[in-house]
């Protein structure tokens, strides 16, 4: 995502401990779900994305949070948004080209493997944090 970066003049901010995770993942998978919600990340924020990417490991599993200053997302889609073609009803979000498949697919990824995928955000023009949950070996 680095030349994402530096086309959109947005920035990412990793926070992760200097350890081996050794999470238990697919690689592949485990990849398409975070590029998934950091593509989200860019492509649903305004004109200066900058995304948190916080590593935050236990001793059972590893939680990965990604949060963004993007156009947020209403509770009552937030229930709705790992559907399979699901695509807000957002005036913004219908601007943008999409399937409605990534973040179900994303969801899928993670939970096949034995994790947990949620959402939070306060609204609209609020930001969103997704959080990704996995198991280490």
């Given at each position: ?39 989200n ?7 200066e ?14 939680r ?9 997302i ?22 943008k ?6 973040l179900?697919?994303?969801k ?5 493997q034995g994790?947990?995928i ?8 609020k930001?969103?944090t ?8």
């Amino acid at each position: 995502f680095q030349s994402r970066t530096a086309t959109s003049g947005g920035k990412i901010n990793l926070q992760s401990p200097e350890t081996n995770l050794n999470m238990s993942v697919n690689l592949r998978l485990f990849k398409m779900a975070v590029g998934n919600i950091l593509d989200n990340a860019f492509k649903y924020s305004n004109e200066e994305p900058t995304v948190a990417v916080r590593v935050l490991p236990t001793e059972s599993r590893v939680r990965i949070e990604i949060s963004d200053n993007g156009i947020g997302i209403s509770a009552k889609e937030q229930k709705k948004i790992f559907a399979r073609f699901y695509r807000s009803g957002s005036e913004l979000t219908r601007e943008k080209p999409g399937t409605g498949l990534g973040l179900y697919f994303a969801k899928l990824a993670v939970v096949a493997q034995g994790g947990k995928i949620a959402v939070r955000s306060e609204g609209e023009n609020k930001g969103t944090t997704f959080s990704i949950e996995v198991p280490r070996r």
